[in-house]
Antibody
Framework: EVQLLQSGGGLVQPGGSLRLSCAAS????????MSWVRQAPGKGLEWVSS??????YYADSVKGRFTISRDNSKNTLYLQMNSLRAEDTAVYFC???????????????WGQGTLVTVSS | QSVLTQPPSVSGAPGQRVTISCTGS?????????VHWYQQLPGTAPKLLIY???NRPSGVPDRFSGSKSGTSASLAITGLQAEDEADYYC??????????FGGGTKLTVL
């Protein structure tokens, strides 16, 4: 059974940093693309970033501030978030891709989500 | 303003059929990129409902079906049930090098 267990998140001041983690199990982690998708309070879904192998992709809204990475030995996906802004406040979901391709991804399994609040 | 356009809400009585549209452009759906649909029950993570335009993951009832034509796609739900009340999102890829979602459609079962 595929499981994605997220941790991290919380309250951070504008300009601060935070790292989210997503521990995966139930599949061969390094064979699949992994992504982050966020949802601001009361709003829709917004793609943040995807990565597979040595390739990474970012939404324009987070490019240069967020970094997606993975530790295949620990089956864990990360999202390092720097220079956080109020508009980054959202529930962040990690999601598994249906294939190793990190472009035109189908998100077939999702983590439970973790809330990031950027406020002073 | 989402790249993919969905109606904010749809509704139907139990047993009825409803459809949710997803309208894109020549840089995403019209460029041949696949469309996927997700169901998000209140307070939970999204769940993949339809992938590659019309395919159902195992465990998804055949009451749910998807189609794609030109720059648009549709999700149809037949035999509407109370448990179908949720938010539904379409997703595709855009030539601007970005995954894109619709704004979401809230389905109310009357």
């Amino acid at each position: 059974e595929v499981q994605l267990l997220q941790s991290g998140g919380g309250l951070v001041q504008p300009g601060g940093s935070l790292r989210l983690s997503c521990a995966a199990s139930g599949f061969t982690f390094n064979n699949y693309a992994m992504s982050w998708v966020r949802q601001a309070p009361g709003k829709g879904l917004e793609w943040v970033s995807s990565g597979s192998g040595g390739s990474t992709y970012y939404a324009d809204s987070v490019k240069g501030r967020f970094t997606i990475s993975r530790d295949n030995s620990k089956n864990t996906l990360y999202l390092q978030m720097n220079s956080l802004r109020a508009e980054d406040t959202a529930v962040y979901f990690c999601a598994k891709g249906r294939s190793s391709r990190a472009v035109a991804v189908t998100f077939d399994y999702w983590g439970q989500g973790t809330l990031v609040t950027v406020s002073s | 303003q989402s790249v993919l356009t969905q109606p904010p809400s749809v509704s139907g009585a139990p047993g009825q059929r409803v459809t949710i549209s997803c309208t894109g452009s020549s840089s995403n759906i019209g460029a041949g990129y696949d469309v996927h649909w997700y169901q998000q029950l209140p307070g939970t993570a999204p769940k993949l409902l339809i992938y590659i335009n019309s395919n159902r993951p195992s465990g998804v009832p055949d009451r749910f079906s998807g189609s794609k034509s030109g720059t648009s796609a549709s999700l149809a739900i037949t035999g509407l049930q109370a448990e179908d009340e949720a938010d539904y999102y379409c997703q595709s890829y855009d030539s601007s090098l970005s995954e894109v979602f619709g704004g979401g459609t809230k389905l109310t079962v009357l």
